[in-house]
């Protein structure tokens, strides 16, 4: 006989974000870092395998994950799923797992999770970030707020959503009777898709639908594989049962056609591109009259982030805040800034801090912690990036003023770049480049500050396709309130006089619209409710014993 999935609340004790630390010279976390680092140097390639049913398979189709500071490093060797037959394994063995999951009781869900998060934040810390480092380019900045702080962040403040959700039930009863809410896991397995540039994404991909009793087949990037395959290890010390998660390396495109033509797809959790996120709708929708059910379909695809300044911005503030929106972690975030929009009257005095700061910036490899920026994720990327750094060389409308120079001989380094256009519609102001390369646009507001703003207010909704991030730096109220509501559709994330990335859990849920994605927002409890499927049961005392209702009653 099946258990009964618990629908009443648990209590759990206070969830605060995760303290960060400042990684000094001479501090202990600096050293234990250092020695992470180099405990997983000196290990040589890790072999990381897939791993079904808590049991480890070796398929012996090797890919190799290299360190993008130094590409002769390969920090881990990884088997693949290439055989349609362990796809199907691992989603059948899911599926075995799921009735036990989705029945536990929500305490002991949560207690997982909540266990999860502290051996993150204290035994697998600095693994964790040393792996995040070396196998994704991050500095040691870059990895505490990553694969320390919001990796934990995600796992705590999902069950703290959890409880909240569960704890929402109906306000009113009728006589006789008693009504709840019992929020069901989907119908099936979800398919989670995890990107290069966040270990705490990837851990909250599969680890959301998971708190919520769903079972998940997780395909981690290729470029994060032994983070990602660190993070599985904490789920499963943490107490998750075999199956609940099934990590499985694989080709994306070939996984992703064998998962979606199964009746019992149930849901996509995904972060990348848009071109793939827009082909896996396609394939999805093509297979709908298949489904138990309709699929949920929740992804974050990128973005063309800007900065808008106003003429009464602070001028050297918002310089430093537009070169760290531009080039932390390479600018490969979703949400970096790719375009500016500065005002000709503080042009020049912006220009000179923008370029101050810029000459402070040192490229070089993680384990050099004084480095500002590493080296770019991949020889695919390298070559993507430097390919609109030329283009900005050679169009007539474009200046590059700072950067623009690059270097693939031991890693995939590139200076960050600046480049200056009088076309608002240079590619470089349009398309989405997930890289060090910052566009300013300077717009003329000698014709009256109110109409010049609204002007490049205009702009910016009409450029490009995106909405996820975007920031206006001002001091005039009128101003923000004016430009606030009219870039009301422009970002799901919007800051004033803040740079437009480090989104924080329980701060400020992440996500955007437009074709940024389905703006379901990570790390808030609207992202929860997109894997349950709520049902209301009505439980009556009293026995009816008449059929008919008082006005039957003739007079």
Not at 233 to 238: C, D, L, N, S
Not at 450 to 464: M, P, Q
């Amino acid at each position: 006989m099946s258990a009964v999935p618990q629908t009443f609340t648990v209590k759990l004790p206070a969830i605060r974000n995760e303290p960060m630390y400042s990684y000094a010279p001479g501090s202990v976390e600096r050293r234990k870092l250092a020695e992470a680092i180099k405990e997983i140097r000196d290990h040589g390639p890790y072999e990381v395998p897939v791993v079904i049913d808590g049991k480890p398979v070796k398929t012996g189709q090797l890919e190799e994950q290299r360190n993008p500071s130094d590409h002769q490093h390969v920090v881990c060797r990884y088997h693949n799923a290439t055989d349609p037959a362990l796809v199907t394994q691992a989603v059948e063995g899911a599926l075995r797992a799921k009735e036990s999951w989705e029945t536990l009781p929500l305490y002991d869900r949560l207690a997982v999770m909540m266990r999860a998060a502290d051996l993150l934040a204290t035994k697998y810390r600095y693994k964790l970030m040393a792996a995040t480092m070396l196998g994704q380019g991050k500095n040691v900045w870059q990895a505490e707020i990553d694969a320390a702080a919001e990796a934990v962040d995600f796992l705590r403040f999902n069950c703290k959503f959890a409880e909240e959700i569960y704890a929402h039930q109906p306000p009113e009863n009728s006589a006789g009777s008693w009504n709840h809410v019992e929020y069901r896991p989907l119908e099936g397995f979800v398919f989670a898709v995890s990107p290069f540039n966040f270990t705490a994404i990837a851990a909250n991909l599969c680890g959301a639908p998971a708190v919520m009793g769903n079972v998940v087949v997780w395909k981690p990037s290729p470029s994060a594989i032994l983070s990602n395959y660190f993070m599985y290890q904490v789920f499963e010390e943490a107490g998750l049962p075999a199956g609940v998660i099934q990590f499985v390396p694989g080709p994306a495109a070939e996984m992703a056609q064998q998962l979606f033509a199964r009746p019992d797809f149930a849901g996509l959790h995904f972060t990348g591109s848009t071109v793939v996120f827009k082909g896996m709708w396609k394939t999805i929708a093509q297979h709908i009259d298949t489904y138990h059910a309709y699929p949920r379909i929740v992804g974050e695809t990128g973005g063309k982030n800007f900065h808008l300044i106003h003429s009464t911005a602070p001028v050297r503030s918002t310089a430093i805040q537009t070169i760290r929106a531009a080039f932390e972690y390479q600018g490969q975030k979703c949400s970096a800034c790719s375009r500016c929009y500065a005002p000709k009257s503080k042009w020049p005095e912006f220009k000179e801090h923008l370029l101050t700061e810029h000459g402070r910036i040192t490229v070089g490899p993680v384990d050099d912690f004084s480095h500002f920026m590493t080296a770019v994720i991949n020889r695919p990327s390298f070559d993507k990036i430097t390919k609109f750094i030329d283009h900005a060389r050679a169009a007539d409308d474009c200046e590059i003023i700072a950067g623009g120079t690059y270097d693939d001989s031991k890693g995939y380094f590139i200076q960050p770049t600046i480049i200056v256009t009088t076309n608002p519609q240079t590619k470089t102001m349009t398309d989405e480049i997930f890289g060090p390369v910052l566009t300013i646009l300077v717009y003329d507001d000698n014709d009256g500050a109110t109409e010049s703003w609204r002007k490049a207010i205009d702009l910016i909704n009409t450029t490009g396709t995106y909405g996820l991030t975007g920031a206006i730096f001002a001091t005039d109220r009128l101003a923000i309130v004016d430009a606030t509501s009219r870039l009301r559709h422009t970002a799901g994330n919007f800051y004033i006089n803040d740079k437009c990335t480090g989104a924080v859990v329980g701060q400020q849920s992440f996500g955007g619209a437009r074709n940024s994605g389905t703006n379901d927002k990570a790390g808030s409890a609207n992202l929860l409710y997109r894997f349950v499927s709520p049902r209301s049961v009505k439980e009556t005392f009293v026995p009816v014993e008449d059929l008919f209702y008082p006005h039957n009653v003739k007079d």
